[in-house]
């Protein structure tokens, strides 16, 4: 049996310039949690019409990304090609464009995707120039098979191959990496071009699954994250049917607060008034879309309950008082722990309503699995 080739050894990356891009978190829609490999040209157009019907562009929500599966082999000329599935890429953008919104696309640094398809291995430049030919907007980039053929701490050399690519293809496009939070990704992922790094492996549609990434893999990680530049803890799993509503208000509210992409992942098309809602809250969006963009740290826990704040551009602070046990619970936000003083006005921001005001802190009974978040400003 041949021995296997040795791993390629890239020197250090020289820093890849910002792209001016993702001055707040972007929001959008992914394929891959719902439809995975059963994406098509169909469906991306039928979810950019749902997103301008439903309330969602107006909401925020702007990227329409086609995840894996898309991808053919190459020509002779080693240019990308698109499968039956998507029959004119140029096309489809164009559709995109023409509501209003922007379109992404995915790729792996390996010779092949995650789903097994044509990587962009040794074609960095040639695939940045077809995404930006086809008029894409947005760049998922997945490590998959990039450690069969590269070696392991060549990975931020690797992707500032991808970012200067970019860069250079007259286009500007977000660039997304998807490293699964490995390799300390928040400490160099500016650095090679990105503009959010994913800080942990795949989420799950499950409250186990989405509470261990959102409460115990974001700590330590808010210094990394600012204007152009975010931590990802992955795509919402909002109204995918493996949480309950409760467990999905909790999902997007920790998501907002910790400053996270707000990538939809559910279909789109036919969306049940109480999801929708979820979705298109404008104040807890507001929150995560502030120009500030200070992540939300944790500020005080006792047990299984948990207070996270961020500071906001207008001189208020978001809170979530969240009860991850599995009974209601009582839980303070103390003016101490999140570092304010003075007399607040609190703002419910899911009742969308006022609770008057307090000088030193806030109780309230939250729900198993459950958040109260509350806006504390001056009065």
Same mark, same amino acid.
């Given at each position: 049996m041949p021995a296997a080739a040795p791993k390629i050894s890239l020197p250090p990356a020289q820093p890849v310039p910002y792209n001016g891009l993702a001055k707040t978190p972007p929001m959008g829609w992914n394929s891959w949690n719902k439809f995975a490999n059963k994406v098509t040209d169909q469906l991306i157009r039928e979810t950019a019409d749902a997103m301008v019907r439903n309330g969602m562009k107006d909401a925020g929500y702007i990227y329409v990304n086609i995840d894996d599966t898309w991808e053919a082999g190459r020509d002779a000329q080693g240019n990308i090609q698109t499968n039956s599935r998507f029959p004119d890429m140029k096309a489809l953008a164009d559709y995109v464009h023409s509501k209003g919104l922007k379109i992404g696309i995915y790729s792996s640094p390996g010779p092949k995707t995650c789903g097994g398809y044509e990587g962009s291995f040794q074609h960095?430049?040639?695939d940045a120039r077809s995404y930006a030919a086809w008029g894409m907007d947005y760049l998922k980039y997945d490590w998959c098979s990039a450690t069969q053929v590269y070696d392991y701490h060549?990975?931020? $050399? &690797?992707? $500032?191959?991808?970012? $200067?690519?970019?860069?250079?293809s007259g286009r500007p496009i977000l660039y997304s990496l998807c490293q699964y939070g490995v390799l300390h990704g928040p400490?160099?992922?500016?650095? &090679?071009?990105g503009n959010s790094w994913r800080t942990t492996g795949d989420i799950s549609d499950n409250w186990q699954s989405m509470s261990h990434i959102g409460f115990d893999l974001q700590l330590n990680l808010a210094q990394y994250a600012g204007p152009g530049h975010w931590n990802d803890p992955d795509m919402l799993e909002v109204g995918n049917g493996g949480m309950t509503t409760t467990e999905d208000i909790t999902h997007f509210s920790l998501w907002s607060l910790l400053a996270a992409p707000l990538l939809a992942g559910n279909d789109l098309?036919? &969306? =049940? =008034?109480?999801?929708?809602a979820i979705l298109t809250n404008k104040e807890v969006i507001a929150v995560d879309q502030d120009p500030l963009g200070k992540q939300a740290t944790r500020v005080a826990q006792d047990g299984r309950l948990e207070v996270w704040a961020r500071p906001l551009a207008d001189g208020s602070h978001a809170v979530g008082l969240f009860n991850r046990g599995d009974a209601p619970a009582t839980v303070t936000a103390r003016w101490a722990d999140i570092g304010v003083t003075?007399?607040?006005?609190?703002?419910?921001?899911? $009742?969308?309503?006022?609770?008057?005001?307090?000088?030193?802190?806030?109780s309230v009974e939250v729900p198993s699995h459950g958040v109260v978040l509350v806006k504390l400003q001056s009065r």
């Open positions: 960095e430049e040639q060549s990975m931020p $050399a &690797v992707y $500032a191959k991808m970012g $200067a690519a970019l860069q250079s400490q160099w992922g500016a650095s &090679v071009g098309r036919d &969306v =049940p =008034p109480d999801l929708l003075g007399d607040l006005k609190i703002r419910d921001l899911w $009742a969308h309503d006022d609770r008057g005001h307090a000088t030193d802190h806030y």
